[in-house]
């Protein structure tokens, strides 16, 4: 349950970690305070077993308008994929991935969109980085060496996703690998040593990302997985141990959401905001942002006037 008393002591067990500085995070020639104002990362699938249908794009022209779009309606960064993490959903090649993803990227970045890239694949990523991407979604973590080299070398940034297993696609089994109750420090030591070898490679700029959107084998009821991610978002914080900025991709909860799952990460972004996120991934920019600019206290703009019919 989320309360009051339920927060006081979350801040009695953990206050000191809300006070460490992060780094601000790098998009392009962008350097973005994430506490001073949270970045937003719009999404584009060009899966078509994306289940969140608003974010499909099937063809380059409707990717590149989506884009645009999500760009206008306030995204920092367009976060492209072209497989989805889905169990079920089928898999699409490197080289395919690549096709896709490639001329997408080009055209964004020649229309000054910054796009981040999501993929597991060496290939893919060099691919893509090369066209223009200016960060990295890295949601693997097997072939980190290659991964944080090829971001250097292109000066990107990386998100790196705490994944039990080597990629989204291939996660451990849960009764091998269980999910502790209390993540944290599984992640604090695991992203630490991470971060580090980034940086030693010379990555210009790292966040992190709990992964609270993958795996839930082990969490089948929809309602205990959405209470494990709210407890996670409202833990954030945890991170900042880190001095690197925190990335979301906010839950949509479909189970619980039904009919009204596009109102859902609006909810979720509350939660992750008082946690202290810094990067949002979400396929609703102009509902979370809406959410985030209110909670900051910053005026929204005003609703159309309508004409005087007196």
Not at 237 to 263: K, M, N, Q, Y
């Amino acid at each position: 349950m989320i309360d009051l008393k339920a927060l006081a002591a979350l801040v009695a067990e953990h206050g000191d970690d809300l006070d460490h500085e992060v780094a601000p995070f790098l998009i392009g020639d962008h350097s973005l305070d994430t506490d001073a104002r949270p970045a937003l990362m719009g999404i584009v699938n060009l899966s078509r077993d994306s289940w969140y249908r608003e974010s499909v794009s099937s063809s380059r022209e409707h990717a590149v308008r989506r884009g645009r779009v999500l760009a206008a309606q306030g995204a920092d960064v367009v976060d492209l994929g072209a497989e989805s993490s889905d169990a079920a959903a089928d898999r699409v090649t490197a080289q395919q991935q690549a096709d896709q993803m490639v001329p997408v990227i080009e055209e964004l970045a020649a229309a000054g969109v910054a796009v981040s890239v999501e993929s597991y694949h060496p290939s893919v990523v060099d691919a893509c980085l090369k066209a223009g991407a200016a960060v990295l979604n890295l949601s693997g973590s097997s072939d980190d060496e290659e991964m944080f080299g090829l971001a250097a070398s292109y000066g990107a940034s990386v998100v790196m996703c705490h994944i039990v297993g080597t990629h989204a696609r291939d996660l451990h089994d849960p009764t091998e690998h269980p999910v502790a109750a209390d993540p944290f420090p599984v992640m604090l030591e695991q992203f630490e040593a991470r971060v580090a070898h980034a940086r030693s490679m010379g990555v210009p700029s790292v966040a992190v990302d709990p992964g609270i959107g993958f795996g839930f084998s082990w969490l089948p009821d929809p309602v205990d997985r959405a209470r494990y991610q709210a407890a996670v978002l409202l833990q954030t914080f945890r991170l900042r141990a880190l001095g690197v900025p925190v990335c979301h991709a906010l839950p949509s909860a479909i189970d619980l959401f039904g009919e009204e799952v596009r109102t859902a990460e609006g909810f979720f972004a509350v939660l992750a905001s008082l946690g202290q996120t810094g990067i949002y991934r979400t396929h609703e920019i102009p509902r979370v942002k809406v959410v985030l600019d209110a909670l900051r206290g910053l005026p929204t703009e005003p609703p159309p006037r309508r004409p005087d019919r007196s």
